[in-house]
């Protein structure tokens, strides 16, 4: 191939600008031209398509976000919306594209595989909930601004001797409560994949303030229900001064951490090199530590992402 596109669709995620670039000069730096495509499949059925030079990435490591911008578009679910995008590609020469973006983002690439269209999913979302991979671009940094927000809240509630239900996203997935959890010594971890009691998370209350223990933490995933709703019936059981903190779309934004930013450029890299090969229909990812690829189809219609459930555990085990 010697004409690739770019597109970053669904909600943003801390290291999508830093996969871009990454794609965009390992593509010039082996010949090929490089096109990106502004709000996502929006944009792309609309032909808001440019070309990408090397000082167009410069300066977007760092940043969060995505300067290639982003839009819902459920139109591309339909047969018409995918044959006016691939319309819109063949009219400017473009043989392969890099899907950057979550679950919703690997269905478009997948709707293209099977019309013909190279294309390479790369994971980028801060819920770190697409199957074929370990870890998502955005997720590390996401989990790092929930964890200084612990940091933060524990001050004022140990001031108090209050309990804080920290609201964090996660509508189908818990791994960013679970580990923003784990890291920063929650006394509970409320997420979909877990049944709890809230029973029995108002006795280890009771017994961590008998203990003389000034504070308590509860992480809780939205997708469980709302942290308001949560306080409410948690009160029904005692009265722990419940404050709620609802993070929502802090833990989006923000400078992505250096791990965000590695692990962004080592899939852009490699999304450069399938495509170079003429490879598509393919999702990269990071298992075991290693940079992988996999069959978009199979991985989406078989594949399902499980979060660390021994993490959930061991957080049992360590806040009492």
């Known amino acids: 191939m010697k004409r690739i596109g770019i597109l970053t669709s669904g909600g943003d995620a801390p290291g999508m600008n830093a996969a871009i670039r990454a794609v965009t000069r390992k593509a010039i730096f082996n010949g090929m031209e490089v096109f990106g495509i502004n709000y996502g499949f929006a944009g792309l059925v609309a032909g808001d398509i440019r070309r990408l030079e090397i000082a167009d ?12 911008y982003s839009a819902r578009y459920p139109e591309f679910a339909t047969e018409e919306g995918q ?10 020469g473009i043989e392969g594209l890099v899907v950057i973006g979550g679950d919703g983002s690997y269905h478009g690439a997948l709707a293209l595989t099977k019309h013909g269209f190279p294309a390479v999913g790369v994971p980028g979302t801060i819920d770190n909930d697409i199957p ?5 671009i955005g997720f590390d940094t996401a989990i790092n601004t929930v964890l200084d927000s612990m940091d933060r809240i524990r001050d004022t509630a140990t001031s108090h001797v209050r309990t804080f239900i920290i609201e964090v996203m996660g509508r189908d997935a818990g791994d960013i409560a ?7 010594g929650a006394d509970e971890i409320i997420i979909p994949e877990h049944d709890f009691d809230m029973k029995k998370v108002a006795t280890r209350i009771q ?14 995933a939205e997708g469980v229900m709302g942290g308001n709703e949560f306080a409410e ?35 852009g890299g490699f999304a450069v090199d399938l495509l170079r090969e003429g490879k598509g229909g393919l999702c990269v990812g990071m298992m075991d530590n290693k940079v992988i690829a996999s069959d978009i189809v199979d991985t989406l219609e078989n594949g399902k992402h499980k979060p660390d459930l ?9 806040s009492f």
Do not use: M
């Not at 250096?258 to 962004?264: F, G």
């Open 83 to 92: 044959l006016k995008g691939i319309e819109q590609l063949k009219k400017f």
């Open 310 to 318: 021994s993490l959930y555990d061991l957080n049992q085990e360590l």
């Open 233 to 267: 019936k948690l009160s029904k059981h005692g009265d722990f001064h419940a404050r709620v903190s609802i993070l929502g779309h802090i833990v989006r934004g923000g400078s992505p951490t250096a791990r965000d930013r590695v692990l962004a450029s080592k899939f």
């Open 57 to 68: 990435v410069g300066d977007k490591i760092q940043r969060g976000g995505t300067f290639l």
């Open 178 to 184: 679970l580990w923003a959890g784990v890291a920063g």
């Open 207 to 220: 017994e961590g303030r008998d203990r003389g223990k000034k504070h308590c933490l509860i992480v809780l």
């Open 132 to 136: 074929g991979t370990e870890f998502t």
